[in-house]
Every structure is written in structure tokens, then in C-alpha cells.
């Protein structure tokens, strides 16, 4: 039953990832060509609720999806399973939701 949820909470987060990759390069390839320096990229990020609410939801997105992915390649490799999968899985999502919301914080913080 849990790996059902993982399996469909993964394909989840996938697809919720993708237009959102689309859109960062779309905006990445879009300001560099415009000239912008990462200095005034980031000018403009700062203070932000979209902007915190875009990448906050990239970064959500990821950490689910990364933890998830590297639970089966654990368990897969080196046959780890019961409390310590989940809690391998559990610390590489929170490590991966602080670290990640730190940068969001950091690029919109005003």
C-alpha cells in the first residue's frame, strides 16, 4: 500500500516539476539574452510572494521527488528496507525542503 502511494505521489511531483523546469529556463534563457546580470536578476526576485511561491513549490516538488527516487535506488542497491528506508527517505527530504526553501528565502528575502 505505501509503495502505491510513493509510486503515484512520485509521478506526482513529476508532473508537477515539469512546466515548472520549462518555465525557469524559459525565464533563465530569456534574461540572459536580455543582458541582466545575476545582480539584477536577483534585485528583482527580492521581496517577491510569486516568486517565493514558484520556487517554494519547485523546491517541494523536488525534494518529494528526489526522496522517493533515491528510497527505491537504496532499497534496490544495497537492500535496506523497514524503519531505516523510511528513515533515510524522511531525512533526505527534510535535508532536501530546508536547504532548498534556504535558497528560495535568499533569492527573495528583501
Same mark, same amino acid.
Do not use: D, K
Given at each position: &500500500?505505501?509503495? $502505491? ?5 512520485? %509521478? ?14 524559459? /525565464? &533563465?534563457?530569456? !534574461?540572459?539574452?536580455? +543582458?541582466?546580470? !545575476? +545582480?539584477?536578476? =536577483?534585485?528583482? $526576485? ?10 517554494? =513549490?519547485?523546491? /517541494?516538488?523536488?525534494?518529494?521527488? !528526489?526522496?522517493? +527516487?533515491? %528510497?527505491?535506488?537504496?532499497?534496490? $542497491?544495497? +537492500? ?12 533526505? =527530504?527534510? @535535508?532536501?525542503?530546508? =536547504?532548498? &526553501?534556504? !535558497?528560495?528565502? @535568499?533569492?527573495? @528575502?528583501?
Amino acid at each position: &500500500m505505501l509503495n $502505491t502511494r510513493l509510486y503515484y505521489l512520485q %509521478r506526482v511531483s513529476a508532473m508537477m516539476m515539469a512546466p515548472l523546469v520549462l518555465c525557469h529556463i524559459a /525565464l &533563465m534563457i530569456y !534574461a540572459v539574452q536580455g +543582458g541582466l546580470s !545575476a +545582480g539584477e536578476i =536577483l534585485s528583482r $526576485t527580492q521581496g517577491s510572494v510569486l516568486w517565493a511561491l514558484f520556487y517554494g =513549490l519547485f523546491v /517541494l516538488a523536488v525534494s518529494v521527488h !528526489a526522496a522517493i +527516487g533515491l %528510497r527505491v535506488i537504496v532499497f534496490e $542497491t544495497f +537492500g535496506l528496507r523497514g524503519i531505516l528506508l523510511n528513515a533515510f527517505s524522511v531525512v533526505v =527530504l527534510l @535535508a532536501s525542503l530546508v =536547504l532548498g &526553501m534556504r !535558497a528560495v528565502y @535568499a533569492v527573495v @528575502a528583501s
